[in-house]
Structures are given as C-alpha cells and as structure tokens.
C-alpha cells in the first residue's frame, strides 16, 4: 500500500480493531521491529495499547523514548507500558538489509 499512514503500527492496529471489533485495544500488546515515529505513537496512545514492545531504537524519529516519548508523556491520559531494545540487534539487522534492497 503506498499511503503516508501505511506504517507497520498503524496497519496492525487497524486489523486488531477490525478483528475485535472495538477501537479500544486495552488487553492488546503491539511488537514491532523499529521505535514508532510520532505518528505511530500517537496511534498507540490513543488505541489504549497496553504494551509496546519494539527492537531497535530510532534515533533520528522515535517517539517511543529516543527522540520523545510521546507514549509516556504524563500529560495525556493513557500510558501503555514500553518495553524496548527487543532483540534490537537482529532488529536493526533485518531493517538494514529491508532498505538496502529498496
């Protein structure tokens, strides 16, 4: 699919919603292999997500705890639970080899 929303995280979310059908996904945990970007974590803040686990960080546009930490910001009203650095190696293993083919 080639659209600016497209992402891993956001695309999941969606079929997890569909499947549940409910957009509240409290009870659901997200895995993916890169730190979400702001557009990303903004999706997971607000799908009440309980969990995000995520491999490798991203410095240039994390938004799960390199960057900003849009996901554990205080002000807003949901905090999922992050945990990171998830086989962060082979993470950034398999996205390097994922875009040098591109």
Known sequence: MRHPTAHAEVLALRR???ALG???LAGCTLVVTLEPCTMCAGAIQQSRVDRL???ARDEKAGA???LWDLVRDRRLN???EV???VLAEEC???LT???RGR
Do not use: K, N, T
């Open 97 to 99: 080899e994922f875009f």
């Open 16 to 18: 997890a919603a569909a």
């Open 78 to 80: 949901h905090r999922p």
């Open 92 to 94: 950034a293993r398999v």
């Open 53 to 55: 686990v995520y491999g």
């Open 64 to 66: 799960a705890g390199s």
């Open 83 to 85: 945990i990171e650095g």
């Open 22 to 24: 409910r957009w509240r």
